[in-house]
């Protein structure tokens, strides 16, 4: 079953890739039936999953590279499946956010759908080498997606990006080695090895390597350069999913694998960590205010949120935790629905310049209220999800770090003032002239967008089926790190 | 079919037909109050959209059921003498479990029944006063959706949920501030009023966290018992932070500076949410969480400086209505002031005071506003009180009710105002003896009091007496608000002046009677009412002589006062401080770390990078140039950088065999 969600968009690729390229609509009838079906699979095992079992289920082993001690091993428990859903969720919209894609389209879907299998594949692995090659797939379109079909000093962004990331690649791929080498086993066998309690004093020594690869994906402040740039440049699907989901990856990473296999390193490291992350969400939030380019706003704003994530995770507590899980979900919708309604506004205006922009609602109601409520979720109302995974968060960090959790909630009045002047200066004032022909967002633009929105809504005011979803993963871990509940 | 689904849709038609006389107790009725207005919120903003009177007419409805349903909780408990209650789960995790649910007491029904009450009149005022306007619809959905908020805000049964529903009436307030979308004014003056409020709100979640993770419950019943068990070191910090929330939404000094900017939204709006309802959510969470003020349980510090604040906002509040040209913003200081005034009752220890003037201050001002708005529509949107004039002749039953109104906010006796004004005041003074700072406080009172008065009595005579002033030109912002008619310019719409009448009715008597039903303990002390009753015809007098006997060509006070006026006028330039603050502090630190981010931190890395792209050029010319390629052997090199390792590493650990497998 798990099997079957990862590759339905590989399979639905290489069929693309047969497909002659001006059968324009089939293109994308197979690609959204590929990502329909991720999508059903996955909310069919978010149900299958039984919570009170709890752990890694779906389990499917096979042997893959038997000399090296690697496995086809995939499974997922109840933070795998909320990556899943989340993926799947934001796969799916942003095929119809490139419904009108017009630039060698085959290719660009052909691509897409391999990076979305990378994805997949990375949240339910647990075998490491498995788990490196499905980042790397994940991570190699991504330059691609950005330097072919990018704006905005793409090949310069795409650049940046790549190297960043495989900066962070390299220290994973010889921290994953070390592991294997010093756990005598010499397997990859995730399942296996995270049954071993390492030596402190070894924790101490691998750790930097696997946390610091991952957080240059988070984007963890100081690494974070790269996302701005990246979300910028990139076309509308590719930056939901390098926003919405990409992102996940580094976070999902360091609490799979950095914190599940050094738990004391992590405990000693994560003052400096909390200290880092409460610098993204006021440094982000600042930064933000400051951009005059609707999708660097955004950018901004991810560097921020993104911050949280790490600050749930530093806080070692249960609450903070399944915040930090939930954010990820949350924020991964926010973005996704903020990427497709800016590449709506830019299709129809033809600029991002915010300056340049004013108006918009009276041409594009829908848009102009969806875009609001995407922007009342980013800047945490209630009702809406991030509310509920923010909320978390700073109980859970307010326990261990009160002081930087403090600062770090100080920042949802800087959210809410850059995120409303933003959301006001493009879609409110006087209607502008030569805006009056733009058109609003049509039936396969809605698809992705109220589907998004219904997420966004729905896990906002009952969050609790999620959120007990991931407790189930959170729960083992922090009975692991010894964290509080 | 039995199962959740028709449990739930039996209780609901039950909860639905409770208020109308079934017999059956039906325990959903408190949580229809949150959920209908909040379906009509929907209904109206998805589907109604082609249909405004539809729109308006599930709006209305709603409110009338949701009055009579408050009404007879508010007589259950009475009854009762006792609370209902109910909490659910609604997020646990780990250690924290948040919860959701209801409370009626006697203090929340008495709350439900004004928010309804208002809430229905404002509607039924605003069929008229918005008739016409594209956004009718729209305005209804907001109105529903605000309503629907207050409710689930007044019915919280812990702390967070009301933190939850305080910042969806500050959404509520921000939409509706910015109606009128189209124009910058109003646009910036909602901003300004949600992120000013969130500050506050910032100061109620560090307050919650720190008292859950003190006290492990947010529940105010719970808290009531477990407060004086608790840290009282803790408990202080606590009360404090609670009190910067209650501060942002209830404008009190030195977060009050967005409220007389919110007056740049529709007038029924500022009546309903910015006079009567939200802005005293603050005073409502205040005596909400009363236990945790306690002096016995968290120091004498708290309340102090609830005390404090009231005082000085109150003052601040009074003496900037004086200078006021605009009638709304008159009216927006003199709410500002009167909520100041809340706050001292509760800072004097009275919550029954602050929370009694809290309720008569609902009738009043905002029929003071009601009765502001058809003057305003009258004038064609002209709110400059020095353009208005003479309007008592065309539309009589405005003026009437707006005087009612305003002698009773005045304080004059017998009208509702006098009362609750004396009920706070007699607090203050009973703290006055052996405490310095209450007698200040006592003195500030005493002074707000003729204030009051006096710029009461300047806007009625500048606005219903004298001759009828020649009407300007329609200012060009406002040209496309709907305007009254041709053959309805000689009075206002029965749409307004009924519920303007039916106002005036517990603006002038609610102080007798509400003295008798709600558990006003306090008696009249006959020399302090003789001294505010003496004070408020003092006000008037003055205002008369200023104003009233004949109508001067431009304000008096503005040659008298000088430098003083401007000061005043401008609000105690705390405006154009925050702005310059907020410019240099908030964007220019924006802008440095936005340079910041561009060259160091980028800079390293485009540095770092830019040796690599020379390198890949280098490489590009010798391969003959796909970058795709170069990526491509960067990776297989990268993985040939593994095998290697894994290679070298085999032979390194040989014994180490190849695992289980």
């Known amino acids: 079953m798990v099997t079957a969600m990862v590759f339905a968009p590989l399979a639905a690729a290489s069929l693309l890739l047969l497909l002659p390229a001006n059968r324009r609509l089939a293109i994308r009838v197979v690609a959204a039936l590929a990502s329909g079906l991720s999508l059903a699979l996955a909310v069919y095992l978010c149900f299958a999953y039984d919570q009170r079992l709890g752990g890694v289920q779906f389990l499917t082993r096979l042997r893959w590279i038997p000399v090296l001690g690697a496995f086809y091993l995939v499974g997922a428990d109840g933070i795998s499946l909320a990556m899943v859903l989340l993926t799947a969720l934001v796969l799916f919209a942003g095929v119809f956010a490139s419904w009108r894609m017009e630039e060698r389209d085959k290719e660009f879907f052909v691509l897409l759908l391999v990076l979305v299998t990378g994805v997949f594949g990375v949240f339910v692995s647990f075998d490491l080498l498995l788990f490196l090659s499905f980042y790397e797939l994940a991570v190699i379109p991504m330059y691609l997606l950005i330097a072919v079909w990018g704006s905005t000093r793409k090949e310069y962004a795409a650049y940046k990006l790549t190297l960043y990331l495989l900066a962070g690649s390299v220290l994973l791929i010889l921290g994953v080695i070390l592991v294997y080498f010093s756990t005598g086993m010499l397997t990859f066998d995730f399942l296996a090895i995270s049954g071993l309690r390492f030596d402190p004093a070894l924790q101490r020594r691998l750790f930097p390597f696997l946390f610091l690869g991952f957080a240059v994906l988070v984007p963890m402040w100081p690494f974070h350069t790269w996302s701005p740039d990246g979300h910028a440049a990139a076309p509308t699907a590719v930056s939901m999913l390098h926003a919405g989901v990409l992102m996940k990856l580094g976070a999902y990473g360091v609490i799979r694998v950095a914190l599940t296999l050094f738990p004391t390193a992590a405990r000693a490291w994560s003052p400096l960590i909390a200290a880092l992350c409460t610098v993204n969400i006021l440094y982000g939030a600042y930064v933000a205010l400051a951009q005059k380019d609707l999708k660097y706003v955004i950018g901004y704003s991810s560097v921020s949120h993104m911050g949280y994530v790490l600050l749930g995770i530093a806080s070692f507590t249960a609450a903070g935790l399944t915040g930090a899980v939930f954010q990820m979900f949350s924020h991964g919708v926010m973005t996704g629905l903020f990427f497709a309604l800016v590449g709506h506004v830019y299709a129809q205006a033809h600029t991002r310049e915010i300056a340049a922009l004013g108006g918009l609602a009276k041409a594009m109601p829908v848009a102009a209220t969806t875009f609001a409520i995407a922007a009342l979720a980013s800047l945490g109302l209630p009702g809406l999800s991030s509310f509920v995974a923010e909320v978390l968060v700073f109980f859970g960090a307010f326990r261990r770090f009160p002081a930087l959790a403090v600062l770090g909630i100080a920042a949802i009045v800087v959210t809410a003032s850059y995120i409303l002047r933003t959301t006001q200066q493009v879609f409110f004032g006087p209607p502008q002239e030569r805006y009056a022909g733009a058109k609003d967002a049509r039936t396969v633009d809605l698809v992705g967008l109220f589907l998004l929105l219904g997420v966004l809504v729905g896990f906002g005011l009952l969050p609790q089926p999620l959120v007990g979803l991931i407790s189930t993963g959170v729960q083992p871990l922090v009975t692991r790190m010894g964290g509080m509940p | 079919m039995g199962g959740i689904p028709a449990q739930l849709g039996r209780e609901f038609w039950q909860a639905l037909a409770w208020p109308l006389g079934a017999a059956a ?137 009301l933190y939850v529903f305080y910042e969806l009436v500050g959404l509520a307030s921000f939409l509706l501030i910015g109606f009128w979308h189209e124009e910058p004014g109003p646009v910036a003056a909602a901003r300004k009023a949600f992120v000013t409020t969130r500050l506050g709100d910032f100061g109620l979640l560090l307050g919650i966290l720190l008292l859950y993770w003190h006290a492990r419950t947010l529940d105010f019943t719970r808290l009531a018992w477990l407060a004086p068990e608790l840290d009282p070191a803790v408990l202080r910090l606590v009360a404090l932070l609670i009190f910067a929330g209650a501060a942002g939404k209830s404008a009190q000094f030195p977060l009050h500076v967005w409220l007389p900017d919110a007056m740049a939204g529709p007038t029924p709006v500022s009546a309903l949410i910015h006079a009567a309802t939200m802005v005293a959510a603050g005073v409502f969470l205040v005596a909400r969480a009363f236990p945790l003020f306690a002096p016995a349980v968290a120091g004498r510090l708290p309340l102090l400086v609830v005390a404090a604040a009231g005082a000085v906002t109150s003052f601040l509040g009074a003496t900037a209505a004086t200078a006021q040209d605009d009638v709304k913003r008159v009216l927006a200081y003199s709410t500002v002031s009167q909520l100041g005034l809340m706050m001292l009752g509760l800072g004097a220890q009275s919550s029954t005071a602050a929370v009694f003037h809290l309720i008569t201050h609902a009738f009043f001002k905002s029929l003071l506003f009601l009765g502001a ?144 039903l709600l558990p006003v303990k306090e008696h009249l002390n006959q020399t302090l009412a003789g001294g505010t009753t003496a004070l408020a015809l003092a006000g008037i007098g003055a205002a008369w002589l200023l104003y009233g006997r004949r109508r001067p060509a431009r304000d008096p006070l503005v040659a008298a006062l000088g430098p003083v006026h401007r000061l005043l006028r401008s609000g105690y330039y705390l405006d154009d401080l925050y702005t310059r603050l907020g410019n240099y502090l908030v964007r220019g630190l924006a802008a440095t770390l936005h340079r910041f981010d561009r060259t160091a931190v980028d800079g390293l890395v485009n540095g770092v990078a830019g040796v690599v792209l020379l390198s890949g050029r280098t490489l590009r010319r010798v391969q003959g140039g796909w970058v795709q390629r170069y990526l491509l052997y960067l990776v297989a090199a990268v993985f040939l950088a593994l095998a290697a390792w894994l290679w070298h590493g085999l032979e390194l650990y040989p014994a180490g065999g190849m695992g289980r497998w």
């Open chain 2, 373 to 516: 708005g058809a003057a305003i529509r009258r004038c064609h949107h002209e709110q400059d009180i020095w353009r208005m004039g003479g309007l008592a002749r065309p539309m009589p039953l405005t003026a009437l009710a707006f005087a009612v109104g305003g002698l009773s906010l005045a304080g004059v006796p017998p009208l509702s105002g006098f009362y609750s004004k004396d009920a706070i005041l007699l607090a203050v003074l009973e703290q006055a003896r052996g405490s310095r700072p209450h007698a200040a406080f006592l003195t500030v009172g005493l002074a707000v009091s003729a204030l009051t008065a006096f710029y009461l009595a300047r806007l009625f005579f500048l606005i219903f007496t004298g001759a009828p002033q020649e009407e300007g030109p329609v200012s060009p912002g406002r040209a496309h608000r709907p305007g009254p008619a041709p053959r309805e310019a000689a009075a206002a719409p029965p749409a307004m002046t009924v519920p303007l009448l039916l106002l005036a009715v517990p603006a002038a008597v609610l102080g007798y009677f509400g003295q008798r």
């Open chain 2, 25 to 161: 107790p039906a325990p959903a009725a408190p949580a229809l109050l949150v959920v209908l207005p909040a379906l009509a919120f929907v209904l109206a903003g998805l589907s109604l959209r082609r249909r405004p009177g539809l729109a308006a007419g599930l709006a209305i409805a709603v409110t009338a059921w949701s009055l009579v349903a408050s009404a007879r909780l508010f007589l259950t408990v009475r009854l009762l003498n006792g609370e209902l209650v109910a909490s659910y789960t609604w997020v646990a995790a780990g250690g924290v479990r948040l919860e959701a649910g209801f409370a009626v007491n006697p203090l929340t029904a008495a709350m439900l029944l004004v928010v309804a009450a208002v809430s229905l009149l404002v509607q039924v005022y605003s069929t008229a006063y918005l008739a016409g306007d594209p956004g009718y619809s729209r305005y209804f959905a907001y109105l529903s959706f605000f309503t629907a908020a207050m409710f689930g805000l007044v019915l919280s049964p812990n702390l967070f949920q």
